[in-house]
């Protein structure tokens, strides 16, 4: 199995970021997709998740900034990250979750976000 992220960067505040996430070599259903984050210091919470039947969880934190999309048929999934804020700097992984969607199986090697002010 295989989890792959890019799109991370550098980018000012109130700027744009796309992360892309493509899983492959999973050979059973994938119930759920989604982006969690890590600050120094801090644990890994959920920033997106976007199930198989088409419904999202959004941290409170992202609501009406972060987008997340899916192309079922690729299991791939999207965030698209818009007014960022140096808060979200963080480093980015890609979850992919064959069972519970509160438990991920899979995840990615991460990518970095850091936004500046």
């Known amino acids: 199995v295989q989890v792959v992220e890019s799109g991370g960067g550098l980018v000012q505040a109130g700027g744009t970021l796309r992360l892309s996430c493509a899983a492959s070599?999973?050979?059973?259903?994938?119930?759920?997709m989604g982006w969690y984050c890590q600050a120094p210091g801090k644990q890994r919470e959920l920033v997106a998740q976007?199930?198989?039947?088409?419904?999202?969880n959004y941290a409170d934190s992202v609501k009406g900034r972060f987008t997340i999309s899916r192309d079922n048929a690729k299991n791939t999934v999207y965030l698209q990250m818009t007014s960022l804020k140096p808060e979200d700097t963080a480093v980015y992984y890609c979850?992919?979750?064959?069972?519970?969607?509160?438990?991920?199986?899979?995840w990615g090697q991460g990518t970095q976000v850091t936004v500046s002010s």
């Open positions: 979850a992919v979750n064959i069972g519970s969607i509160s438990s991920p199986d899979y």
């Open positions: 976007l199930t198989s039947d088409g419904r999202t």
């Open positions: 070599g999973i050979l059973f259903r994938v119930n759920a």
